[in-house]
């Protein structure tokens, strides 16, 4: 038989290509019964470890990937920039992979990351993420992985997030101190966990003000300009129209207007305004906008730290490290009490 690759030998042994790697690196990690048996079956099947191969993985590219769900959103434009920031302070490079909130494209572009171009991941999850293993691949491959803002509970690893509960709660508690008393959640995904924080906090707030909680107000949008638009279009059109709208990302407080604007509902005196939002302009829309504003430079500049501090400390753990950063409440003309 010719000599195998370290892919077919695992196979063959029933084990990972990383645990197989490490076992004939003889690393600390890998108990002595299995390296013998991964020796064993290396000598039996005439494995050549591939020497280029090996280069390439001793040698770091001082490249590091960022993986987010959309590149429109102001909030991932900043906190591109902010990873950006801290990267060249270190000397690295900076991979961007876009994924449309496509959970396909999401999986494609993280298995194109195990080709050793990379030395770490940062990564906010889409709203489509379906569980499988390629992240834990990645992370058994030797690849750190940062989550930032939107996370995967079920990974251990490094997270920089901001309290989106709290924010919920702030949100739908101005709406109230401003006269609301029906108030509409526009939410954008029930897996995400910033979403259901966002609703979890709006939820406590109307608790705390005695007031009803109405599932026909929370309204499920998609990753569709027009089926939003007709949704939104379609509460606002209804009879038990809310004075209030809390939409939980800028692109449906944007739809939220247009749909105001169509139906000649005035902000704020028909229906109130509020979203998450890093826009620039939003002092500039007509009313200008409230918002919950997070602080996307600097949640990516700590993400990248992060990532950066365990590619170059052995001692450094990423599971240990949740960084939890305030957002801020600016209140603007579109949630003013006339």
């Known amino acids: ?60 590219s001082k490249t590091i990937a960022v993986v987010v769900p ?93 309290d989106d509960f709290d924010s919920g709660f702030k949100a739908t508690e101005h709406l109230v101190k401003q006269g609301c008393k029906k108030i509409a959640y526009l939410q954008i995904s029930k897996k995400l966990s910033i979403g259901m924080n966002r609703m979890k906090g709006y939820q406590a707030a109307l608790e705390k003000y005695n007031l009803p909680a109405d599932n026909g107000l929370i309204i ?36 939220s207007y247009i749909v105001c604007k169509d139906l000649n509902l005035n902000i704020p005196k028909d229906v109130k305004i509020l979203s998450f939002s890093n826009l620039e302009t939003a002092s500039l829309l007509n009313p200008s906008l409230t918002t919950i504003t997070q602080p996307a430079f600097e949640i990516g500049k700590q993400a990248a730290t992060i990532l950066l501090k365990a590619l170059t400390k052995k001692s450094f753990t990423l599971a240990d490290t949740k960084v939890v950063l305030p957002s801020d409440l600016i209140i603007r003309d579109s949630t003013a009490r006339r």
């Open 220 to 255: 499920d949008c998609v990753d569709n300009k027009e089926e939003n638009y007709i949704k939104i279009k379609a509460l606002l059109n209804s009879k038990g129209r809310p004075d209030g709208i809390f939409a939980s990302v800028e692109h449906l407080a944007i739809t």
């Open 70 to 162: 959309e590149i429109a959103n102001n909030f991932f434009a900043l906190a591109i920039n902010g990873i950006q920031s801290a990267a060249r302070e270190k000397g690295f490079h900076v991979l961007i992979y876009v994924t449309n909130e496509n959970d396909k494209i999401e999986d494609e572009s993280l298995n194109h990351l195990r080709n050793g171009r990379v030395d770490g991941l940062l990564i906010s999850v889409s709203n489509k993420t379906i569980v499988d293993d390629t992240l834990y691949k990645i992370q058994q491959e030797g690849i750190p992985v940062v989550f930032f803002d939107r996370v995967r509970d079920d990974f251990e690893s490094a997270k920089v997030t901001t």
């Open 1 to 60: 038989m010719g000599a195998v690759n370290i892919k077919q030998l695992a196979k063959q042994l029933g084990l990972s290509i990383s645990t197989v790697s490490r076992a004939l690196n003889d690393t600390y990690d890998i108990s002595p019964k299995t390296k013998q048996k991964v020796l064993e079956m290396a000598e039996r099947l005439n494995y050549q470890p591939n020497p280029h191969a090996s280069s390439l993985r001793r040698h770091k």
